[in-house]
Every structure is written in structure tokens, then in C-alpha cells.
């Protein structure tokens, strides 16, 4: 079975630091980009960050450009969110997803119909 267990979530103060897991199995992982998606209360769906297959591209959306990083380990089946400077609009719910598209550009790792497997999330809490 496919999983895609997101983890790492949890309560922090702004400007604090939390980093975000997502391990995955049950797919040829290597073959895959993954993205990170949050959505917030009342909010729609946004496209965090995304991974290229290999690792060697790496988008993040701009409200967290600077802040965020994106990395994967191959050899875990793992894909990381660093999330640096966190400021109370970061506060959502974080989902990882698998693209069979092993690179989606710039313009595209955005929409959520370009992924094939979806995680659980897990719940980031910015605040003081």
C-alpha cells in the first residue's frame, strides 16, 4: 500500500523553527518529485514547496522563500520541511503529496491535480 506519513508538526512560538518529515513507502519513491501543501481555516489549499525526483530542483512558494527549505533523502524514502522564522500566518495544517511527474515546473507543483498520493497532515501552530 501507498503511505506518505507526514510528522513533525506541533506548537511553536513565531520565529521559532520546526523541520517536517514525510516518509514514504509503497512507491518507486526515486521516480517521484513531492510536494508540501498547507491549508490554514477557511482558507484554500497552497502549494508550499516541491522536490524534483533527484532532488536537483527545489521550489517554495514566495511568502516562504528564504524561510522554508525542501530536501529529500533518497536513501530514507524521506522528504523534509525546514520551516525557519515561522510567523503566525504559516499556522495550518501541512500535507505532503507524490508526483509521478519526477519534475514539475515552477508553475506547476502548485495544483494539487498534478499528484498522485496524498498524505495525513500534520498541524503546525504559530503563536504566542
Known amino acids: 500500500d501507498v503511505q506518505l506519513q507526514a510528522s513533525g508538526g506541533g506548537l511553536v512560538q513565531p520565529g521559532g523553527s520546526l523541520r517536517l518529515s514525510c516518509a514514504a513507502s509503497?512507491?518507486?519513491?526515486?521516480?517521484?518529485?513531492i510536494g508540501w501543501f498547507r491549508q490554514a481555516p477557511g482558507k484554500e489549499r497552497e502549494g508550499v514547496a516541491c522536490?524534483?525526483?533527484?532532488?536537483?530542483?527545489?521550489y517554495h512558494v514566495d511568502s516562504a522563500k528564504g524561510r522554508f527549505t525542501v530536501s529529500r533523502d533518497n536513501a530514507k524514502n524521506t522528504v523534509y520541511l525546514q520551516m525557519n522564522s515561522l510567523k503566525p500566518e504559516d499556522t495550518a495544517v501541512y500535507y505532503c503529496?507524490?508526483?509521478?511527474?519526477?519534475?514539475?515546473?515552477?508553475?506547476?507543483?502548485?495544483?494539487?491535480?498534478?499528484?498522485?498520493?496524498w498524505g495525513q497532515g500534520t498541524l503546525v501552530t504559530v503563536s504566542s
Open positions: 503529496a507524490a508526483s509521478s511527474r519526477g519534475y514539475l515546473s515552477s508553475s506547476s507543483y502548485s495544483y494539487g491535480q498534478n499528484y498522485n498520493y
Open positions: 509503497g512507491f518507486s519513491f526515486d521516480d517521484f518529485s
Open positions: 522536490i524534483s525526483n533527484s532532488g536537483g530542483r527545489a
